[in-house]
Each structure stands twice: as C-alpha cells, then as structure tokens.
C-alpha cells in the first residue's frame, strides 16, 4: 500500500486538532452545565497557571483521543476525512499503539516547531514515517477502510459542539468592546 503524502497527513493533523479542541471545549461546557466548578472564566481572563492546566489537560485528552480512535478504526477521525489510515507492522498490540499514541501526543505539547522538525525527520528519511511512526513502527497509508462520510459526521458533531460552546463564551473569546471618543466629545 502506498505511504500517505505529507501535505495529506498535515491536513488530517489539522482537522483532529479541530476536532479534539472542539470535544474538549464541549466537555468544559458539559461540566458548567452540570455546576461542576471549572474555572473557564478565569482561563478566558489570563490566569496563567490555569492556562498550563487546561492545555496540559488538553494533552492528556487529545492522547485519550488518538489512543481510543486508533484502537477502535486504525484510523483518527482526520485521516478518515482525507482518506489515510494507519498500518502497524509489528501488529497492533497495546504497546505499540500506547507509544504511537503517546509520542504523537508529546509532539503536540510541545507545538510546531517540533511538527515541522518530526517532518522534516521524515523527508530526510526518505519517506513519510514522522517520530512516532518510526517509534511505533507503523505507516499512514492511502487507503481507509472506514467511509468518509463517518470521518464527517464526526467533524459535523464536533463543530456543533464548537458552535455551543462560542455562543456561550463568545463576549470572553472575542470581546471587542472599544470606546471610541466621539468627534465633539469635551468641546461642549
């Protein structure tokens, strides 16, 4: 089977991040709803340390994420969407999807520099195998035996999800309240 191309696995890197911030905002807004206290407000009014938890958090979620969709589709909603699958060569054991998983999910902590690094690994490779491909001994295919449209049901759901969860907190995402001096203000 072939390898998947870079700019396709990108675009599935891209559209699990969107989706998994959008279940991971919508768990935020599930537990407010159920008056579990979570400090959503003093995230959104810079505490810093509450920052550093909800994105370590985030980790720990996103690592759930990839974990669970691999073991159950060897494929991430993401690469359902743009046709790609992941093929373990030593078998698909716990312990190779663990470490797959959890490299991946280091990759995301520490951001893009290290994506592009984990690519450009790849490329000097001569393939497309990134960090944890190599680590996992696995490989992202062209081909996905689970259909399409389940990849964009999921990401349907997750922009609902999204779109709850804006209209809650829009005025604290974006508050673009500016007081502008009107033109003859003081002359009176």
Same mark, same amino acid.
């Given at each position: 089977?072939?390898?998947?191309?870079?700019?396709?696995?990108?675009?599935? $890197?891209?559209? =699990?991040?969107?989706?998994?911030?959008?279940?991971?905002?919508?768990? %935020?807004?599930? @537990? #407010?709803?159920?008056?579990?206290d979570v400090?959503?407000?003093? /995230?959104?009014? &810079?505490?810093?340390?509450?920052?550093?938890?909800?994105?370590?958090?985030?980790? &720990?979620?996103?690592?759930?994420?990839e974990m669970?969709? !691999?073991?159950?589709?060897?494929?991430? *909603?993401?690469?359902?969407?743009?046709?790609? #699958?992941? #093929?373990?060569?030593?078998?698909?054991? /716990?312990?190779?999807?663990? $470490?797959?998983? $959890?490299?991946?999910?280091?990759?995301?902590?520490?951001?893009?520099?290290?994506?592009?690094?984990?690519?450009?690994?790849?490329?000097?490779?001569? &393939?497309?195998?990134?960090?944890? =491909?190599?680590?996992?001994? !696995?490989?992202?295919?062209?081909?996905?035996?689970? *259909?399409?449209? %389940?990849? /964009?049901?999921? %990401? @349907?759901?997750?922009? %609902?999800?999204?779109?709850?969860?804006?209209?809650?907190?829009?005025?604290? $995402?974006? =508050?673009?309240?500016?007081?502008? *001096? &009107? @033109?003859?203000?003081?002359?009176?």
């Amino acid at each position: 089977m072939n390898e998947a191309p870079m700019l396709r696995r990108m675009m599935a $890197l891209f559209f =699990d991040l969107l989706i998994s911030i959008s279940f991971f905002a919508g768990i %935020f807004h599930l @537990l #407010e709803y159920l008056k579990i206290d979570v400090p959503l407000h003093s /995230f959104f009014a &810079g505490n810093f340390k509450i920052q550093v938890y909800a994105y370590l958090a985030f980790i &720990g979620f996103y690592f759930f994420y990839e974990m669970l969709f !691999t073991a159950l589709l060897q494929s991430s *909603p993401g690469k359902i969407i743009v046709n790609a #699958e992941v #093929e373990f060569s030593r078998g698909m054991n /716990f312990i190779n999807l663990f $470490l797959r998983s $959890l490299i991946k999910s280091i990759t995301i902590l520490l951001g893009p520099v290290i994506w592009v690094m984990s690519y450009i690994f790849a490329v000097a490779r001569g &393939g497309t195998s990134v960090l944890h =491909d190599a680590a996992a001994k !696995t490989k992202v295919t062209n081909e996905c035996r689970c *259909p399409r449209l %389940f990849g /964009f049901l999921i %990401f @349907l759901f997750a922009f %609902f999800v999204a779109y709850i969860f804006y209209n809650k907190y829009q005025l604290e $995402l974006f =508050d673009f309240k500016i007081e502008i *001096p &009107g @033109l003859y203000e003081g002359l009176v």
